[in-house]
């Protein structure tokens, strides 16, 4: 059934509120973190993943989820970005992998049918067919808002513990989620306004926010700054993320270039 203008209106005026209480919350949060001194290596584009937009480590490669609707994931060997293997997902404009009880698990920012809110989608490893998804909680509008916009779902996800944390910059939240049924475990502030991949660093929490091109690491009990790591104008702006042997990985999805933060 087809939106009426007024229903159009107060949700996008619901969406402008929220985001100005979202930026008003996490302003001046984190200013007090440890600056960490990191350079970028800039690795390599793997072909035919042209918008990379979040990593996953797992035992036998790193899967690389492409931005491109609808949405493929990618096994490649992190030592030179070769394909290991290729699926096809129900996903679209998708912003965070994960794995975990023998299943990926991916965030759908986007739905085809744009007025849908936003799923969160566990998927077959082998042959990309959506196995379960649940509504992702806190999605909506942020950022710059037109009457156009359509909800924002979740952009990064790591598998922790049996359960899998998630970015929702709509709800300025973190939000640790029990992956079966899809209820909240609980949330934590969001370390900015754009949050995006995330990475477990032996108890602590690793979150990009992209639009300052920082890289937080939190406390994840409360959502306390531990430390940043600050990229320049000219590193490739960080999307997805993911650590492995102690050292972050980062992808940019406008650029395809897949780092490594030294």
């Known amino acids: 059934m087809k939106k009426s203008p007024e229903v159009s209106r107060r949700a996008f005026l619901a969406g402008m509120t929220a985001a100005a209480v979202v930026g008003r919350r996490l302003t001046g949060m984190a200013a007090e973190a440890r600056v960490v001194t990191k350079r970028v290596e800039k690795l390599y584009k793997i072909a035919g993943c042209t918008q990379p937009n979040d990593l996953q480590f797992v035992a036998d ?70 196995l379960k998804s649940w509504v992702t909680p806190g999605s909506g509008l942020y950022g710059t808002i037109t009457p156009k916009s359509t909800p924002s779902g979740a952009h990064g996800l790591k598998w922790v513990d049996e359960r899998y944390w998630m970015a929702v910059p709509a709800s300025g939240k973190l939000f640790l989620m029990e992956p079966e049924t899809g209820e909240i475990v609980r949330t934590i502030p969001a370390p900015g306004v754009r949050t995006h991949g995330l990475a477990w660093d032996d108890g602590s929490l690793w979150c990009v926010e992209s639009n300052g091109r920082v890289i937080y690491k939190l406390d994840p009990s409360n959502g306390a700054a531990i430390a940043k790591i600050q ?15 102690g050292v972050l990985w980062y992808c940019d999805a406008a650029s395809g270039w897949i780092c490594r933060l030294a």
């Open 231 to 245: 990229l320049t104008k000219e590193d490739p702006e960080p999307h997805g993320l993911d650590i492995s042997k």
């Open 61 to 130: 490669g790193l899967w690389v989820l492409d931005q491109v609707d609808p949405n493929k994931a990618f096994k490649v060997r992190p030592e030179d970005g070769s394909i290991i293997e290729t699926i096809q997902t129900e996903s679209i404009h998708g912003s965070g992998i994960t794995y975990g009880h023998g299943a990926l698990w991916i965030a759908s920012t986007k739905m085809t049918d744009p007025a849908m809110p936003p799923r969160t989608l566990k998927v077959d490893p082998k042959t990309g067919k959506t």
